[in-house]
């Protein structure tokens, strides 16, 4: 069985989305990675979908679900990537791991496209350097696990 890392955003529509395809990217099918929110949207914004294609991800086929979705699962890491889901997110069926790191929500932005589309662009660079650092010592420590055995 892979371990499930779960990033929570209040409406998953975009940061958690984000953060949840460049885990994919870098874990690959060694670690499942989903995302959820504890008041969904119901939808992807699509200029987070627009932001990561332009990094070469697609989340077009993503939807926005409720954290409530993943209590039957056993949950090994949860990630929060807002404020008020860090407060809202229950504990997870065998949950080991938990971290927050709050990022700008990029679906507030105001101006014109162009200006909003620079403030995805800006989160997405955020998440991805931290995310491709997580998920890069999740490997590197499962790999010295495997080492060690």
């Keep these: 069985m892979r371990p499930l890392v779960l990033v929570l955003c209040t409406a998953n529509s975009c940061r958690s989305h984000l953060a949840e395809a460049f885990l994919r990217r870098i874990l690959g099918d060694s670690w499942e990675a989903a995302s959820a929110g504890s008041k969904p949207a119901g939808y ?3 200029l987070a979908i627009r932001a990561m294609a ?3 991800v697609d989340i077009s086929t993503h ?3 409720h954290f409530e979705e993943f209590l039957a699962k056993d949950v090994e890491t949860v990630i929060t990537v807002c404020g008020n889901a860090d407060q809202d997110c229950p504990m ?9 790191w709050g990022f700008d ?3 507030q932005a105001t101006g014109t496209e162009d200006e909003q589309l620079a403030v995805f662009r800006r989160v997405r660079d955020e998440m991805r350097r931290v995310f491709e650092s997580y998920a890069s010592g999740r490997k590197d420590e499962a790999k010295s696990a495997k080492q060690l055995v």
């Design 44 to 46: 992807v914004h699509p």
């Design 54 to 56: 332009e990094a070469g």
């Design 63 to 65: 939807h926005s679900k």
């Design 92 to 100: 997870f069926p065998g949950q080991v791991n938990r971290h927050h």
């Design 105 to 107: 929500d990029p679906a």
